[in-house]
């Protein structure tokens, strides 16, 4: 076990997250509760503009819950601390983008926590389960979300039966974004954080913003509430000097200088 079970290294406006708890990745009540004070901070932290979660090793991203601290008396119904399992799944208000870079076994929890980032890329070894039917619970946080992610036939099988699933299966089913070498995931998921890094930071809040809310709302309801400014990160786009300056480059046909206000 390492002295920090959670590692973070930061370029510019990009945060990387390492989750770093051998043998697996495993994470008990303690290591949640770091990563929700480290995923707290990134959201509030106006220079950081995009997170990348991935895995120490080249096994394991993350199994999700560590059974064996829970035998130690880690109560599954404990305190995981702000954001809920992982920092990520209950975090509010994260209006920023998370890259989940899968370089291993990804399952139960490990599943969630990934489903929880905004792009999915894996290494091609990696795989996908939620075995959790096989140990008498239930992958709550999956329930929810995997029908809504990908064909409600696959996700209801991985459910009910905790099949295995590779990364090209994964990909099919449009479960991750790209299938990668992993001697390249690091180097793309970096790349496309700094090219949405250097993005408009205000665009992308009212994006997370919008779709998030959205989700579970009919179409027009969601595009009233647009029209009628009830979205936070979209009424401060339309007030920002950024929303100037995107039109000024364009009409001078030069890059815009953003500065997320």
């Known amino acids: 076990m390492t002295d920090t079970p959670v590692r973070t290294h930061r370029d510019g406006a990009v945060l990387e997250v390492t989750l770093d708890r051998p043998k697996a990745n495993a994470i008990d009540l303690a290591t949640s ?12 932290d106006p220079d950081l503009r995009v997170a990348i979660l991935t895995g120490a090793g080249e096994k394991f991203f993350c199994p999700g819950w560590d059974l064996k601290a829970a035998a130690d008396g880690d109560a599954v119904d404990g305190d995981y ?18 890259i ?8 139960g929890g490990g599943l969630e926590l990934a489903l929880s980032a905004d792009i999915i890329l894996a290494a091609e070894h990696a795989t996908f389960a939620l075995p959790e039917i096989r140990s008498g619970t ?12 990908i064909p409600y036939h696959i996700a209801m099988e ?3 039966t905790g099949r295995w699933v590779d990364a090209d299966e994964a990909a099919r089913w449009g479960l991750v974004n790209r299938v990668l070498p992993a001697t390249d995931l690091m180097t793309t998921a970096r790349a496309m954080a700094a090219e949405m890094a250097a993005g408009p930071p205000l665009v992308m809040a ?8 959205a989700e579970d709302m009919k ?4 595009l009233n509430r647009i029209t009628k400014s009830q979205f936070e990160t979209v009424e401060r786009l339309y007030r920002s000097e950024d929303q100037l300056e995107g039109a000024r ?3 001078e046909k030069r890059d815009p200088v953003w500065k997320g206000r």
Do not use: H, W, Y
Not at 100 to 107: L, W
Not at 219 to 222: G, K, L, V
């Open 100 to 107: 989940a870079a899968v370089n291993g076994i990804c399952c």
């Open 219 to 222: 179409f027009q309801d969601a």
């Open 138 to 149: 239930v992958a709550d946080a999956a329930s929810i979300k995997l029908p809504k992610r």
């Open 249 to 251: 480059a364009f009409a």
């Open 206 to 213: 009212a994006i997370k913003e919008v779709v998030r809310e």
């Open 33 to 44: 509760r770091i990563m929700g004070d480290i995923f707290t901070g990134f959201r509030d």
């Open 81 to 98: 601390g702000v954001g809920g399992f992982g920092g990520l799944q209950e975090l509010r208000g994260l209006n920023k983008p998370v």
């Open 158 to 160: 991985m459910l009910l």
